[in-house]
């Protein structure tokens, strides 16, 4: 690598670490422990978890299948079905939420009917599930359809020539040779989902204990209401960290799985 490269690179390593790294001495680590523990955080905290959760088993129930016949799939077709699965990667947020709203909004082309029958999905803890789901599953499929294309289909083919059924080629040969794959694709879901906002904002909306998860909270702090900035404070820090343990514990796994 020539030397002159070495100063843009250690400037774009200051540019993703700085920012992060200028929360923490902000933080009144006295008060910390209330600060993350007051009703209102709590409350951020706990539904952002629980639909971080919901999203995350939205993502394998739909985005397993699709992983799988993406990979199964003629190149041509691949390619095409792969390019709109990552589109919520590289749409703005609020895009997707606009999407959402004009698809399932009480106006909108599926919304419209299922009013009908007295469902109303918008500004509602569902709405924040589909969300976190929407901007979350490329993190799975993506992960999960270079894992199987890597592990090809050579020991799916002797299965099914010694009589395997297809629900058992699945089971015992096709998952457990991919579930490093799965596993990292399924941890990458949850953290975005837990950390995803724009969608949200505009789907779900930002009701305490209804749809306020903690990316919401910290934005209301922010325009001063709902939980105080301290505590806004202390939930970006330990979404920070969450979001580094997570990243760790993945790598130590990878690695441990690689030995």
Not at 38 to 60: D, F, I, N, Q, Y
Not at 70 to 89: D, G, H, K, N
Not at 215 to 242: E, K
Request: one cysteine or more; a positive charge.
């Amino acid at each position: 690598m020539p030397v002159l490269l070495v100063v843009p690179a250690v400037l774009g390593l200051a540019a993703v670490l700085l920012p992060l790294a200028a929360l923490f001495p902000r933080v009144d680590w006295a008060t910390f422990p209330a600060a993350i523990t007051s009703p209102a955080a709590l409350a951020a905290l706990s539904l952002s978890l629980r639909t971080g959760l919901a999203a995350m088993a939205c993502c394998l129930v739909l985005g397993v299948p699709l992983a799988l016949y993406m990979s199964r799939a003629p190149a041509r077709l691949a390619e095409v079905l792969r390019i709109v699965v990552t589109l919520p990667l590289v749409l703005p947020p609020l895009v997707g939420g606009m999407a959402l709203l004009y698809l399932f909004g009480v106006n909108g082309y599926l919304g419209a009917v299922l009013t009908m029958f007295g469902i109303t999905i918008p500004f509602s803890t569902v709405a924040v599930v589909m969300a976190q789901t929407f901007v979350a599953m490329p993190f799975l499929v993506i992960s999960l359809e270079g894992a199987l294309r890597t592990a090809g289909t050579r020991y799916e083919f002797v299965a099914a020539t010694l009589g395997a059924g297809r629900w058992t080629v699945l089971r015992r040969i096709t998952l457990p040779l991919v579930m490093p794959g799965l596993i990292a694709g399924t941890v990458l879901a949850f953290a975005r989902a837990v950390g995803e906002f724009g969608a949200t904002a505009l789907f779900a909306g930002n009701q305490p204990g209804v749809t306020q998860t903690m990316p919401m909270a910290i934005y209301t702090a922010f325009n001063g209401a709902g939980v105080t900035r301290d505590s806004a404070l202390a939930l970006a820090v330990l979404l920070v960290v969450v979001s580094l343990v997570i990243l760790l514990a993945l790598r130590d796994w990878r690695r441990r799985e690689a030995w």
